[in-house]
């Protein structure tokens, strides 16, 4: 049985433990994030990506981003086939919003859920909320 806890308290714990315990904070966010896309989901959340598209897990990756987090908000817009561009949009105060930790495991976590329908993804953050933008960007293709 899970919760909601609040966001600042998942971005503390990732400002405290990352940097403490890994030389590469962000690398150890990258692979955590992999590992939550393969070892978190429930049975049902795995065989629809195993049996889903990569265009349909792309379209969804909005919904997938409210089965974390209940702040700030993943758009995804399909530009061509196989190209895609999300925004995330959110607040910058650590009691509001996910950190940039959260905003670069994105990208990992993705890559990790896209494995399952056997794609590759690449996929890059283009700007950051945390950088001066107002929103994070990514572009996302296989």
């Not at 700030?72 to 925004?87: C, D, G, N, Q, S």
């Not at 994105?106 to 494995?115: D, K, P, S, Y």
């Not at 950088?131 to 296989?142: I, L, N, V």
Request: hydrophobic content about 35%.
């Amino acid at each position: 049985m899970g919760g909601w806890y609040p966001i600042g308290v998942w971005n503390r714990a990732l400002d405290r433990y990352l940097p403490t315990y890994f030389g590469d904070p962000m690398k150890a966010m990258l692979e955590l994030s992999q590992v939550i896309a393969r070892e978190d989901l429930t049975t049902l959340y795995k065989l629809i990506l195993k049996v889903g598209t990569p265009t349909f897990i792309m379209g969804k990756s909005g919904s997938l981003w409210g089965r974390y987090f209940d702040t700030a908000t993943l758009v995804p817009k399909e530009l061509t086939p196989r190209r895609w561009h999300l925004k995330l949009e959110g607040s910058r105060l650590e009691d509001e919003a996910p950190s940039a930790y959260t905003c670069e495991g994105v990208c990992a976590w993705l890559t990790g859920a896209l494995e399952l329908t056997g794609t590759t993804l690449n996929i890059v953050q283009t700007r950051c909320r945390f950088g001066g933008s107002p929103a994070c960007e990514y572009e996302a293709s296989w």
